[in-house]
C-alpha cells in the first residue's frame, strides 16, 4: 500500500492501518521518514497524557481504569506502552500486560507496546512517533505508559502535555532522592494503592517535597491524589485533574510553548543520532573504526573529537558558542 | 602558571596544584582543552574504581572505609565524588560530606566534590577528567563516588574499572527492576547494613537477580558481599574483591578493551556536546532561533533534521549507515 492510501485510511476505526503505520515508522528508512513527515503535519488534536512511576506502582492499572472511563464517555484512547524486557524485569509485568489487552478490545482502544530493550537512544523517538500515528488516526487521547528508570523513558513522558506519576506508599524513605527526576516531571501525582499503611506519611513527605520546588504564582502546583486503582478508587479524580491540568495549559498559552519545546527537542536528538551514526560509519574516514590511522600528534580524547567534529562539518567555521 | 609549570608540579604530594589542574579543567575553553589533552597522556596508572548505589546506601561510608584502608597500606586515593544537590536531595547528604572531609585530611587522600545540578551532559565528561587529573598526579587509586540515578552518573561509573554497587536490604521489593541500569553495571555487589531485617532475602533475590544474566564461563561473575559499613565489617572483603576483579581483568586483557572503549565513548560525548552546542549557536543560520525562517514546505520534526544535519556538515555526502 503506498504512503498515500496508507494515511487516507489511517483512521481510529481501522486499527489494521495503525497498526501497520506504526510498524512502518518503527523502521528506518527513506520510506519511514517521509511517512513521520506526512503524519506530523496531521497532529495536535490528541491530547497526550504521560504515566510513569517505579515498577509495582500501578501505572498499568491506573492506564487500563482511566482508560475505561475514556471509553465510556465515548472518547478513543490510543496507548504505547513501553515494555521493560530488562533481563531482570522481563516476566513480572506479564498480568498487567493481559488486563491491558483485555481493554483494546474496546473499538475506541488501540493499544501499541514497544520494547525497551536494545534500542536505547531511538526508542523515545519512535515511541513519540507512534503517539504521532494515533494522534493523526484521530484518537482523543493518547496514552504513554512507560516506567520512569532511564532518561530514555523519561523523555517520552516529556512528550507528554500532562504527567501523572503514580507512586505507592513503600516507596517511602528513598522515595526523597530517588526519584528526583520523576518529582521534576510530574503534573499530578498519584499514591497509588493509598490504603496500605504508610500512606499519610507518604501523602506529607511527597507533598513537603514539591513545596520544596520554587513556585511562582503563575505556576501550577502539582496534585496529590489518592488512588486504589485496582478498586477504580480515585481515577475519576485523576482525570479530572487532568482536564483542569489542560485547561490551565491551553489558558496560559503553555501547551502551545510546551509542545514547541518538545518539537525542538525532537529535531535535536535525530540530529545527535545522525551523527552519532555518521562518525561511527565505515564511510567517515575519521571514525572510530580507523582511530589507529589518526595522525600521531593527535593523542587525547578532546583532540580526537575535535578532529572528529572538524571533519564533520567540513572544516567549516562554526563558533560552537562558549 | 603556565600549562607546563602545573603539569610539572602536578603530584599527590601537592595538594594545591592537583586542586587547581581540576578546576582550571572545569571551565570550557582552549586553555583547558590542552590542559585536559597534556594530561591524558599521563594517565592509565590508576585504577578506578566506581562506587554507586541509591541514596542511603551508604556509599559515603563505603567509601571512606576503603580509602582508609588504602591509606593504611600506604597507597594514595583520590576520590571525585558527585553532590546531589537536586532540591530535593540538596541537605540530605552533608554528613557525609563532613565524614569525608575527615579522610581528607590525610596526606595521601584527595576529596573533590562536583555539584550534578545544571551540568548534566557536561558532568560525566567533567568528572572523567577530574578522574584523569588524579591519575596523572598520581594517585594509586581514583575513586567515583557517584548516587546511581540518571545517566549521567551512570557514564561516570563505566569510567571505571571496576564498579561496586551498594544496596541495602529496604531496597527489597522493588529492587527488581527499580535498579535494572544498577545490576547491569555492577561487578561487586555490598550488600550494606547487613544486620538488619531482611538481609538474608535481599542476597538471595540479588543473587538470583544476577543468575538471570547470562553468563559465558569466560565472563566475571559479580560477586555479592555483606557490609556494614559503618562497623567496618566487610571493608576488607571488598578491597580483596576488587583486587581479585583486576586480576581477572588484566589476565582477560579486558583492562585495556575496557578502557579502550571508554575513551571511544568519551571521544564521541565531546563531538556530540560541540554538534549541540553548534546547532543552538546564533552563527549557525539553521539552528532553533530560525527555525521560523526554515522553508515552507520544510514542516516536519525529521525534515528539519535533515536541513540542519546536511548544512551542519556541508552538504557533504555521507553514509548515516542504514
Redesign the interface.
Known sequence: MSNESLLENLSHGNKRIVSRVISLIEN??QKS?EL???I??KTGNAYRIGITG???AGKSTITNQLTKLYASQNKTVGIVAID?T????GG?LLGDRVRMTEIGMNDGVFIRSMASRGSLGGLSRKAVDAGDVLDAAGYDYVIYET?G???SELDIVEAADTTVVTLVP??G??I???K??L??IGDIFALNKSDRPGAETAISSLKS?LQ???HTENDWIPEVLQTIASENKGIETIAEMIDKHRMFLTETNELSLNRLKQ??K???D???E???????????NYG?KD?DTLPDQI????????Y??KN???N?E?????
Chains 1, 2 share one sequence.
Do not use: C, H, W, Y
Open positions: 528506518d528508512n521518514e513521520i513527515s506526512q506530523f503535519s517505579p515498577p509495582g521493560p530488562s533481563p531482570f524485569t513480572a516506567v528508570v532511564g532518561q513503600e516507596s524513605d528513598s526523597q532522592a530517588l528526583a527526576g518529582m521534576e517535597m520544596l520546588k520554587f518539537t525542538k525532537r529535531i535535536e535525530i540530529v545527535l545522525k551523527v552519532k551514526l555518521t562518525i561511527k560509519s565505515k564511510e567517515f572510530f582511530l593523542s587525547s580524547p578532546v583532540q580526537i573529537a575535535n572528529i567534529f564533520l562539518t567540513n567549516k562554526v563558533d560552537v558558542g562558549n
